[in-house]
């Protein structure tokens, strides 16, 4: 979508679908970009981030604030400057102000979450984007 097109046009992107990989997570697990810009989003990206047991996201932090929804599992959210975790189960949903460095973590259950930035970090999407 250019910034031409309307903004009242109403798009449906398959999460099932090829979608591009985002490089956060270490260990077992994927982060795939759903809306991004990419396929046109200017204000809000989502990802849906799968960390298998004992798995993380790397130690991330963005110039905005991010937001997640666990649909799945149970961890916790790592507050990396502070040294603390706070628990996370499905339903939770996490709120990390902008410049706040952190990582999220999978109890053995593992964790599926939907969110992250907004508007879009970019240093996420650079490889995306190349291909």
Known sequence: MSQAEPLDRV?????????????IVDGAGWAKAVIWPGNGARYRTFQIINLGA?????SLDHKTDS????MRGAGTVEDVNARTDTEIVEGSMIHIDAGDRYRIKAHATGLELLGGPCPADERWYSA???N
């Not at 798009?11 to 490089?23: F, K, M, N, T, W």
């Not at 004992?54 to 790397?58: F, I, L, M």
């Not at 937001?67 to 666990?70: K, N, P, Q, R, S």
């Open 128 to 130: 995306a984007q190349s």
């Open 11 to 23: 798009r449906v992107i398959d999460s099932q679908g090829a979608l591009p990989e985002v490089d």
């Open 67 to 70: 937001v997640y929804y666990v």
């Open 54 to 58: 004992g798995s993380s996201t790397r």
